[in-house]
Nanobody
Framework: QAQLVESGGGLVQPGGSLRLSCAAS????????MGWFRQAPGKEREFVTSISWNGGNTYYADSVKGRFTISRDNTKNTVYLQMSSLKPEDTAVYYCAAGKLASTIAHYGYADYWGKGTLVTVSS
């Protein structure tokens, strides 16, 4: 049974940085593109970023371009989200997702597996 477990969330001040991790198990990690989504209180879930199986292609939401970086380590079955220059509007529960194509994750929000999320709060 596939499982995605996010970690690294917490409270950070505006302008600060945070790195999220998502550890995958129960699936052939190299067969999947990975992505991050987020859901702020009272809002719908939105796409943040995705990465192809080998890291060759990445996609970003306009709201995080230049501030967030997605990466993956296929030897550790883990995908990362490095967040910098954080803003209060980045406050949300961040979800990890696994799907067949990074483009599909990005354009249609479709994924085969989802994590349970980790909370990121940006506040002074």
């Amino acid at each position: 049974q596939a499982q995605l477990v996010e970690s690294g969330g917490g409270l950070v001040q505006p302008g600060g940085s945070l790195r999220l991790s998502c550890a995958a198990s129960g699936l052939t990690f190299n067969d999947y593109a990975m992505g991050w989504f987020r859901q702020a209180p009272g809002k719908e879930r939105e796409f943040v970023t995705s990465i192809s199986w080998n890291g060759g292609n990445t996609y970003y939401a306009d709201s995080v371009k230049g501030r967030f970086t997605i990466s993956r380590d296929n030897t550790k079955n883990t995908v990362y989200l490095q967040m910098s220059s954080l803003k209060p509007e980045d406050t949300a529960v961040y979800y990890c997702a696994a799907g067949k194509l990074a483009s599909t994750i990005a354009h249609y929000g479709y994924a085969d597996y989802w994590g349970k999320g980790t909370l990121v709060t940006v506040s002074s």
